[in-house]
């Protein structure tokens, strides 16, 4: 598509329950990244996928979070057992990788996570 | 990743040049500095980078001191519109990774 697409843009969902939060990048970019923003807060990093190579995760604020990236496109951000303290917007942005160039990073609107 | 020191608001008159200075003095020589800007309630958007030269596009210039400690983003014409937090970022370019965003820069145009 023409720009990162999250999905969905709002989600309200109980303490403890699990959601998913899903990231559809630009076509060919083969970089994506998570952050999440609480509100009134700075940009929190959180995992970042690179081609083929192992992600870094070294943001992840617990094993409670998860991601993955299948086919090198999509990606699907897992909160498990989700607590208040995870209420947040989750932002996702891709790049692309090109030898010698040096690209911005693309950002998509962001889904709401509201834990009640 | 070197550290940037931004003031933490601003304010601008609309129509005139927005100047936001960025201290970056740890800054390394394959550090490039971006600058994004996030409206609220919105993603951050990209604006520009660069290594030692100044650097010019649609949306904005971008000053580097001699020495790249510091520099500067301007926006010459500012609107309501570019009312939003500007982050300053330095990072090696090229080899992927995460950008670490700071507080920023609350720039707020006014009528």
Known sequence: GAGVSQSPSNKVTEKGKDVELRCDPISGHTALYWYRQSLGQGLEFLIYFQGNSAPDKSGLPSDRFSAERTGGSVSTLTIQRTQQEDSAVYLCASSPRVRGANYGYTFGSGTRLTVV | ?111
């Open chain 2, 1 to 111: 990743d070197a550290k940037t020191t931004q003031p933490p608001s601003m304010d601008c008159a609309e129509g005139r040049a927005a100047n936001l200075p960025c201290n970056h003095s740890t800054i390394s020589g394959n550090e490039y500095v971006y600058w994004y800007r996030q409206i609220h309630s919105q993603g951050p958007q990209y604006i520009i980078h660069g290594l030692k030269n100044n650097e010019t596009n649609e949306m904005a210039s971008l000053i580097i001191t001699e020495d790249r400690k510091s520099s500067t983003l301007i926006l010459p014409h500012a609107t309501l519109r570019d009312t939003a937090v500007y982050y300053c970022i330095v990072r090696v370019a090229n080899q992927g990774g995460k950008l670490i965003f700071g507080q920023g820069t609350e720039l707020s145009v006014k009528p």
